[in-house]
C-alpha cells in the first residue's frame, strides 16, 4: 500500500529514504519505472548515497551510475561493479 501511495502522491522519495536497504533492488526499479524525468537522477543518487554509507559499495556504484554521478565513482570501484553485475 505504502508504495501504491507513493507513485500516486508522486512523493517517490519517501521510498528511497525509507526502505530496507537490502531491497535496494526492487527500490531502484521502483525509482526507474515510476520516476520522472526530473525525479529519476536525484532519487538514484539519494540511493546510493544510503548505500554507500551502509558500505555497500557494490549496490552504490551502481545507484550513482545510475544519477550520472560519476564523480562518487572510484576507478577500483568500477572493478567491483563489473564483478557484481557479470556474476549477480
Known amino acids: 500500500m505504502r508504495l501504491v501511495s507513493a507513485v500516486v502522491s508522486k512523493n517517490l522519495e519517501d521510498i528511497v529514504q525509507n526502505a530496507d536497504l537490502k ?3 526492487q527500490v531502484l526499479a521502483f525509482v526507474s519505472t515510476f520516476a520522472g524525468v526530473d525525479q529519476f537522477e ?4 539519494t540511493l546510493g548515497r544510503r548505500l ?3 558500505n555497500n559499495l557494490d549496490a ?7 544519477a550520472a554521478d560519476l564523480a562518487k565513482v572510484r576507478l577500483s570501484d568500477f572493478t567491483n561493479v563489473a ?4 556474476f549477480n
Do not use: G, N, T
Open 60 to 66: 552504490a556504484v551502481l545507484s550513482y551510475i545510475c
Open 52 to 54: 554507500h554509507r551502509a
Open 23 to 25: 531491497d535496494w533492488r
Open 83 to 86: 564483478v557484481f553485475l557479470k
Open 42 to 45: 536525484p532519487l538514484c543518487e
